[in-house]
């Protein structure tokens, strides 16, 4: 296969493909006209063959083509099975693989960022690609200090050919409404495409994965791989040992369905609180199933997370708002609920709606948080995308009045996807205690407490503080500044000390093996 296509003009022409065979829906009721089949084998038929073109062209294009593949994979299950079946298996496959990049590529690239002597960092580098993603792939290798790595290198052009597929699709996102009914495809291309800056730079990627790598080295229950070098578009980090989590989906015992569900509310409710970051590409590909000791039992095993390059910053962790209304709701406070979501923005001024039936609309998608362990299901999914979607529904037309702040749709989209790969699982989840744990807000109690204290310790620093303090000079802090500055985050290009990120990206880091 060549490289990365790059011309737009050709892109566009693949990605004009679709739409065509997407149309194709309209022909079922003529399929007992066509040899005297039935309608249900030739609409099977079809939509067969529009899996195998999606996963063709998206999986060839890889860039934004793929990339709204693999998001839209986790949606698979809002769709009725007769629609879902054939593109299972297809979306399935986005999220583990996608033709290779050329070997001759391969080296080029890795000659370009690591140097002409590239291969003097590693004891073995493994030519097949291991993995392949939207814009880069990745390969197995073993590092000059003996551990074992992941190789992810950038695609030629990724970035060009992002820009140009989102673009492209953007165009075609009415057409492609039919993969997914009643989800709004145009929002999550443009989305998808303002973060396209971000997952280019593998800086930004490298430093984000290394703050999760420490705040979760010693839990029990995620596992984040260490960082050992990046250039700009390569990545080297450890190489993660599990079962992919799309494996567990298709072929998965009910206890190891369980416990990735488990772990993967766990780690979206209270990872953000912990790191400031949120995970923003919730698809199966990017989490493995990690075994304990050999006979262990699967309620030890870890949740291994891969690929940070989407993350969205929240230094406070996820908004107290969504923990309040959330809480709120299952305390049916139709009041304050309405009152909280005004206050958000999610009911513009100009509009007035009734407060209970806010309630109502809200109380069957949050009925998860409401049950000490929920069942997740496609048929559940399929249901609450029903209701909301038919037109002729309370639901849909209350929905349609209702806003989604800028600031609250990436948040919004990947809690979507996570709630899709829990109905993939079939796990039973008790996500009312991971919300209680890592969901500020959520715990009225905590938070008033919380409140309480702060008013008491102003009350005292009140009692302390004189005129002549109040007015009086304050020291800089030079000693709190340079323990900050010791403890940013670091590389280890080597086996031995690593250089800070921020410096890394200034200049090239110092690469002698050991």
């Keep these: 296969m060549s490289d990365l296509p790059r011309k737009a003009v050709t892109r566009t022409a693949k990605l004009a493909t679709l739409p065509l065979s997407f ?10 006209r066509i040899g005297g089949r039935s309608a249900e084998l030739v609409g099977n038929e079809l939509q067969q063959r529009t899996a195998q073109q999606l996963f063709s062209v998206l999986g060839e294009l890889k860039g934004g083509a793929m990339k709204l593949g693999q998001a839209l994979s986790v949606f698979e299950s809002a769709l009725p099975e007769t629609v879902a079946s054939p593109y299972r298996a297809a979306l399935t496959k986005l999220q583990e693989a996608a033709p290779p990049m050329p070997t001759s590529s391969v080296h080029a690239a890795l000659a370009e960022r690591l140097g002409a002597d590239w291969r003097e960092l590693f004891e073995e580098f493994d030519e097949r690609p291991a993995a392949a993603a939207s814009i880069g792939q990745v390969h197995r290798a073993v590092w000059h200090d003996g551990r074992d790595v992941a190789v992810k290198i950038q695609y030629p052009g990724a970035g060009e050919a992002l820009l140009s597929d989102l673009t492209q699709l953007g165009r ?42 420490a705040a979760f080295r010693d839990d029990p229950g995620v596992v984040v791989p260490e960082v050992v070098c990046h250039r700009d578009q390569v990545l080297v980090t450890e190489w ?81 708002a969504i923990g309040r209304a959330l809480r709120l709701t299952l305390d049916g406070d139709a009041e304050e609920v309405y009152e909280q979501l005004c206050a958000e923005g999610f009911v513009k001024p100009s509009i007035e709606l009734d407060p209970a039936a806010v309630l109502d609309y809200l109380l069957p998608i949050i009925e998860p948080a409401r049950e000490e362990a929920f069942s997740f299901s496609r048929e559940w999914l399929r249901h609450q995308a029903g209701r909301i979607a038919d037109p002729r529904s309370a639901a849909h037309q209350l929905g349609r009045q209702l806003n989604l702040p800028p600031s609250y749709l990436l948040i919004h989209r990947v809690t979507l996807s996570t709630i899709g790969v829990l109905c993939q699982l079939g796990a039973t989840v008790r996500l009312r205690e991971e919300l209680a744990a890592g969901l500020p807000g959520f715990d009225l109690d905590d938070e008033a407490e919380a409140a309480n204290e702060l008013h008491d310790t102003d009350e005292a620093l009140g009692e302390d503080v004189t005129d002549g303090e109040a007015g009086g000079e304050g020291e800089t802090g030079d000693d709190d500044a340079e323990g900050d500055a010791e403890g940013a985050v670091e590389i280890d290009a080597g086996g031995g000390t690593g250089e800070g990120l921020e410096g890394e990206r200034g200049g090239e880091q110092e690469r002698t093996p050991a």
């Design 240 to 320: 993660l040992e599990g079962i992919p989590l799309s494996r567990v989906i298709s072929d998965g015992s009910r206890e190891e369905r369980d416990r990735a569900g488990q772990l993967l509310a766990h780690f979206l409710f209270t990872g953000t609180a912990r790191t400031g970051l949120l995970h923003a590409d919730a698809h199966p590909g990017n989490f493995r199933l990690v075994p304990s000791e050999e006979g262990e039992p699967v309620s030890s095993w870890r949740l291994g997370v891969l690929d940070f390059g989407a993350v969205n910053r929240l230094p406070g962790g996820l908004p107290p």
């Design 23 to 32: 149309a194709g829906r309209a022909t079922w009721s003529l399929g007992k």
């Design 172 to 213: 075609f996102s009415r057409l492609l409404g039919p993969l997914v009914p009643g989800l709004d495809l145009k929002p999550l291309i443009a989305e998808l495409r303002e973060r396209v800056a971000e997952e280019l730079d593998y800086g930004l990627e490298a430093e984000a994965q290394q703050i999760c790598a």
